[in-house]
């Protein structure tokens, strides 16, 4: 009889540890997600995504770096659980997408008076192209190619708010928000323009992750309607 009771104890009390283990509190490992320059939309977007998770008791931790390019190879080296990319800019071979985020608008602003009216005009300009191992810069090299302007403009490698601090770029590629505070800034401080990209429609042909858009006038409010008419250039998604 003994036996039997000393069974049923032991019994009793692997069940309790087996409950103890699946049911105790863990703090759970962060997830951590590769998300850009702390000045970018993506960056902003992540931190909304850790706030989210938060709530749910899932701690966060969200990782400043240079651009997609930098954020893909953190995601494939593991240093990283999650990747906000800007869509076409890196290779995402052997990596799920989640969920696409947003649209990122691609915009060549341009300061007023620098006699820039079209992007072919931009040859001989100081213009910003994004961090070297940015999704920015990765799409400022296809159009430029595309426009035969490869090395045809002094190219900066800086985040696109610099426009703002230095008057001696004339131009900057963006890829972002049209809702972007930073854009939204920029654009309102009336010293800014828009160009169109007129050819669009081909370079959406010849690189399906681009798609054509119009971006209305008015859509800023520079000292008046910014662009003042609409115009047509391209966007993808941001993944």
């Not at 900057?172 to 401080?189: E, G, K, Y």
């Not at 323009?193 to 409010?221: C, K, M, N, R």
Request: glycine share 8%; hydrophobic share 45%; charged share 15%.
């Amino acid at each position: 009889m003994g036996s039997w009771v000393k069974w049923i104890l032991a019994g009793v009390s692997l069940a309790s540890i087996l409950l103890w283990f699946f049911t105790r509190d863990v703090v759970p490992r962060p997830i951590r997600i590769a998300a850009s320059n702390p000045e970018s939309q993506e960056y902003r977007v992540a931190q909304g995504i850790g706030n989210v998770l938060a709530d749910s008791r899932h701690p966060v931790q969200v990782l400043a770096g240079d651009g997609s390019r930098d954020n893909i190879e953190k995601l494939r080296v593991g240093e990283a659980d999650l990747a906000v990319v800007k869509g076409g800019s890196v290779s995402l071979q052997g990596l799920e997408v989640v969920a696409p985020l947003y649209p990122d608008a691609v915009l060549f602003v341009v300061r007023r008076g620098r006699n820039i009216h079209s992007v072919s005009d931009l040859s001989g300009k100081k213009v910003l192209v994004g961090l070297d191992l940015s999704g920015t810069h990765e799409l400022a090299q296809i159009i430029l190619k595309h426009y035969q302007l490869q090395g045809a403009l002094r190219e900066s490698q800086q985040y696109f708010t610099n426009l703002a601090k230095d008057p001696s770029l004339d131009a900057a590629f963006v890829a972002t928000a049209l809702t972007n505070p930073d854009l939204v800034d920029l654009m309102n401080s009336g010293d800014f323009e828009i160009l169109p990209i007129d050819q669009a429609p081909a370079l959406a042909t010849i690189f399906p992750y681009f798609h054509t858009v119009s971006i209305p006038a008015g859509i800023f409010l520079g000292g008046g309607p910014v662009p003042p008419r609409t115009i047509q250039t391209l966007a993808l998604p941001c993944l």
